[in-house]
């Protein structure tokens, strides 16, 4: 079992920085794929980013390579999401996944979700 926080979500003025934590319980959670999505108001739920259990291997969604960056710190139990460049359509609820597959842009196959938080970046 693994439970997933989300943090650091907020209001952001476009070019703007932020960074997402997720921070997870679980003795195994070192061993998990975790992702990122988002779902933007009226829209289903997207890929952002995803990082392979010891942060070797990263996938990025097209809309923000480039801009967003993924990294772990499995002593801590946590995945950052590194977000520059912000723009109005990044804006959406956040959300981090975790998967026992290799990195996968599909949803279905996380098992283990998070609340999520909210980004704003106003146009």
């Known amino acids: 079992q693994v439970v997933l926080v989300e943090s650091g979500g907020g209001l952001v003025q476009a070019g703007g920085s932020l960074r997402l934590s997720c921070a997870a319980s679980g003795r195994t959670f070192s061993s998990y794929t975790v992702g990122w999505f988002r779902q933007a108001p009226g829209k289903g739920r997207a890929f952002v980013a995803a990082?392979?259990?010891?942060?070797?291997?990263?996938y990025y969604g097209d809309s923000v390579k480039g801009r967003f960056a993924i990294s772990r710190d499995n002593a801590k139990n946590t995945v950052y999401l590194q977000m520059n460049s912000l723009k109005p359509e990044d804006t959406a609820l956040y959300y981090c996944a975790a998967s026992t597959l290799p990195p996968t842009t599909v949803m279905s196959l996380y098992s283990y979700w998070g609340q999520g938080t909210q980004v704003t970046v106003p146009s």
């Open positions: 990082i392979s259990w010891n942060g070797g291997s990263t």
